[in-house]
C-alpha cells in the first residue's frame, strides 16, 4: 500500500484531472512499474518508478483528516 500511495502521489501529477484523462500516465505506468517488473531488487525498482526511496508520506497524506 506505501508503494502504491507513492506511485499516485509521483505519477498522478495533474490533481486538476482524474487519472483516465491523463494521457501520459499509462505510459509511465507501463515503462516505470509494468515493463521492469522483478528484474531488479525492489528498492531500486521503487527508485526507478517514482524517482524517490520507498517512503510512508505519501500513504501519510493520504489518510490524514
Known sequence: ELFAA???GTLLK???KPFYEQ?????SM????FFPGSKMPWPEFVRQATGKELTAKYFAD???P
Do not use: A, C, F, Y
Not at 507501463?30 to 512499474?33: C, T
Open 14 to 16: 495533474d490533481d486538476s
Open 6 to 8: 507513492q506511485v499516485r
Open 62 to 64: 493520504e489518510v490524514k
Open 23 to 27: 494521457p501520459t500516465l499509462g505510459r
Open 30 to 33: 507501463k515503462e516505470n512499474v
